[in-house]
């Protein structure tokens, strides 16, 4: 399997079924939810960064998992794909995979954004 | 009930605090397992549902704190998981998990679920109970067990240092049995039948009064 290093354009950044399901369909609990991952995302991205300088690749593994899952929870399966390759190499200490995955859910975090704010 | 949720992920614990809540529970949430911790010691709650990896305390040695306590009112857990794998489930039930569900969670699944740790512990709580209960009865049964010295002549016991006390007393004060005096037959024939000729002999006129 190819390691896809940029973002999909073909596969829709946010599954609104998704959200819709988790919120029971409640328009301020989506914002709301909305909200929460982004900046949630926005910190975990930047921390990355700082881990990742200092070679810390256990943190980088906990960040992708968490990143993983809160993209999950928002439907965002992408962005969820993107960082479960960040977990994994983190795992395996691999920094060319880190950065590239980094790269990756980078531009897919960028997308879910855009998606988001549509909700708004 | 009241539920305790540990969730690191704060889109995941939204949802889930949104939707139990919904479900019509009183809920609380905590952003780790050991903040999870520290609240279970505070106070009582029926269900815990926890996530599985956690910084700090994960919901595997959460769960297994939780059980050790013992004798506690009884806390159902749910461990969040996206694990399927056998020994997975296999880890988390020796730890001592009572359900699972995956995430992200499907809300009729997780009403269900909540439907069923109510019902365990309905069942636990209405138990306690009645060990409690239990427990008091056997408290408020007092025996009398143990060696006794009796004195061999007027069977006072002897209780402390100098203290005799009449058997009377000292039953009814170490057991529940209380007396109600009477005579048998034979001290009736051997006490009181000749105080009452004493007493008809000492009434009858003196001859030549």
Redo the contacts between chains.
Sequence with gaps: MAKATGNDPSRTPVDMA?LR????G?RD?ME??AE??LN?ADLQLRALDDALENKEYDRIR?IG??LK??S???GAGTAAEAFKSLEEAGRAQDETAIRAAIARGTAEFERVKKALAELR | MRVLIAEDEPVARRVAQKAVQGFGHEVEIVEDGLAAWKRLEEAPFDVLISDWLMPGLDGLELCRRVRARGNRPYCYVILLTARRAKEDLVAGIMAGADDFVSKPFDHAVLRARLHTAERVTRLEQDLEGKVGELQKALDEVKTLRGLLPICMYCKSIHESQDVWRRIESYVSEHSQAEFTHSICPDCYEKEVKPQLDELRRSKRPEPGA
Aim: hydrophobic content about 30%.
């Design positions: 998704v399901q988790a919120t029971s409640d609990l709301e939810l929460l991952y949630d906990r998992h968490s899952g809160s999950s929870s928002i």
